[in-house]
């Protein structure tokens, strides 16, 4: 059986790729806006959109607030990084580590993205220009001000809330709105597995919390 270790870098590598390699894609395919239904679906489409902020396209004000946001982001990942050490030295469950190396992943997928995106790309417009990549005029933004490339959009449904509903009565509910990308979804995934191992994986199977490689 692979071991924990070997388990973390596949995730991490294997997450990092898929999501570079569709931003990619994405980035030099599609004009900022432009969206295509996946496999003819009605509700899930790739639909590009560039942000500043965090994921799902929350954003964290201002040019000072995107170069905080950044040094956040790296700051997260050394930590994530010393966690996940930490968790291989200590041999716990194989669903920590997994967790773990989710989050890692996908905080170093954006990472790539605002530290070198707008050195890497041209500007992404919506008059029907793609973005070039290693323009030679130069990038749309310095080191560490580059947009994070989103791409999945799934407006499962759309409707209005009910007159009665607190501030928001008659107004329309979107579900799914915010765009995101496979980072986004690694993070999310990395966190809702880690608190499940927080909350329930000393009751898991009558396991105990820590294990060693062999008993694995």
């Given at each position: 059986m692979i071991s924990s270790g070997?388990?973390?870098?596949?995730i991490i590598l294997l997450v990092i790729v898929a999501?570079?390699?569709l931003k990619f894609y994405i980035k030099t395919n599609f004009v900022h806006g432009e969206e295509q239904a996946i496999l003819g679906l009605s509700w899930a489409f790739l639909r590009f959109e560039e942000n500043n902020g965090m994921a799902f396209n929350w954003q964290f004000g201002g040019q000072y607030g995107k170069l905080i946001l950044t040094f956040l982001r790296i700051s997260a990942m050394i930590i994530l990084a010393y966690f996940?050490?930490?968790?291989?030295?200590e041999n716990v469950r194989r669903a920590t580590i997994i967790g773990f190396s989710l989050v890692l992943a996908?905080?170093?997928?954006?990472?790539?993205?605002s530290v070198f995106y707008g050195v890497l790309f041209s500007e992404s417009l919506v008059d029907g220009s793609v973005a070039q990549f290693w323009p030679t005029d130069g990038g749309y933004a310095p080191l560490l001000f580059g947009a994070v490339v989103d791409m999945f959009y799934l407006p499962i449904w759309i409707g209005e809330y009910p007159d009665w509903f607190p501030f928001l009565g008659g107004k329309v509910f979107h579900f799914f709105r915010p765009v995101f990308?496979?980072?986004?979804?690694?993070?999310?995934?990395?966190?809702?597995?880690?608190?499940k191992e927080f909350l329930f994986g000393k009751q898991i199977s009558g396991q105990p919390e820590y294990q060693t490689l062999e008993e694995e």
């Open positions: 070997r388990l973390a870098w596949v999501d570079q390699g996940l050490r930490q968790a291989l030295i996908g905080a170093g997928g954006n990472i790539i993205d990308n496979i980072a986004d979804m690694a993070i999310f995934s990395g966190v809702i597995l880690l608190i």
